[in-house]
T-cell receptor
Framework: DAGVIQSPRHEVTEMGQEVTLRCKPISGHDYLFWYRQTMMRGLELLIYFNNNVPIDDSGMPEDRFSAKMPNASFSTLKIQPSEPRDSAVYFC?????????????FGSGTRLTVV | SQQGEEDPQALSIQEGENATMNCSYKTSINNLQWYRQNSGRGLVHLILIRSNEREKHSGRLRVTLDTSKKSSSLLITASRAADTASYFCATRSGGSYIPTFGRGTSLIVHP
């Protein structure tokens, strides 16, 4: 298995632009998580899905952030409009209960820079 | 808010030495996990210890759990330069399936 695949790896955009981050979870995993990591706040859970349904989006910072999971193999995190304070590394993770460590596997992340 | 907090925030040692990192948490847990994050990469699971376990080993890693003190430690023996990374603890509590991550310990192993 190729693991959790995120794209792009790096994104530099101007303030006000729309940014879309993409994630392909591990096949068979029925949970998907979006995290944001910064030096100041550490690793924050933004939202997670179970069987493509958003379960808890209480970590989404503002209405500018939205996430979708149209099918079991694809999810997006969108920021519109982007702001410099959104600069961070965004991770996607997927898991499957009942497996060792619940199969909790992270992608390599997308480093977002908003200028 | 983070459930687990790692200590120290940063650790610098020489190759061959042992590295010990600690994690403290506030509420009762079901299990505790340790992860490693290399620079520019995602977190990688290292080891899981359940609340009814006191110690686990995996290669050069040794994890202990003291539920009375609400703390865990990760020991890396005979460290290597390749062990340079950030190490995070994550806890699961109650009926929550979602692990809560600490802020991490940054380990530098000098060759």
């Amino acid at each position: 298995d190729a693991g959790v695949i995120q794209s792009p790896r790096h994104e530099v955009t101007e303030m006000g632009q729309e940014v879309t981050l993409r994630c392909k979870p591990i096949s068979g995993h029925d949970y998907l998580f979006w995290y944001r990591q910064t030096m100041m706040r550490g690793l924050e859970l933004l939202i997670y899905f179970n069987n493509n349904v958003p379960i808890d989006d209480s970590g989404m910072p503002e209405d500018r952030f939205s996430a979708k999971m149209p099918n079991a193999s694809f999810s997006t995190l969108k920021i519109q409009p982007s702001e410099p304070r959104d600069s961070a590394v965004y991770f996607c993770a997927s898991s499957k209960p009942g497996t060792t460590n619940y199969g909790y596997t992270f992608g390599s992340g997308t480093r977002l820079t908003v200028v | 808010s983070q459930q687990g907090e790692e200590d120290p925030q940063a650790l610098s040692i020489q190759e061959g030495e042992n590295a010990t990192m600690n994690c403290s948490y506030k509420t009762s847990i079901n299990n505790l996990q340790w992860y490693r994050q290399n620079s520019g990469r995602g977190l990688v699971h290292l080891i899981l210890i359940r609340s009814n376990e006191r110690e686990k080993h995996s290669g050069r890693l040794r994890v202990t759990l003291d539920t009375s003190k609400k703390s865990s430690s990760l020991l890396i023996t005979a460290s290597r330069a390749a062990d340079t990374a950030s190490y995070f603890c994550a806890t699961r509590s109650g009926g929550s399936y979602i692990p809560t991550f600490g802020r991490g310990t940054s380990l530098i192993v000098h060759p």
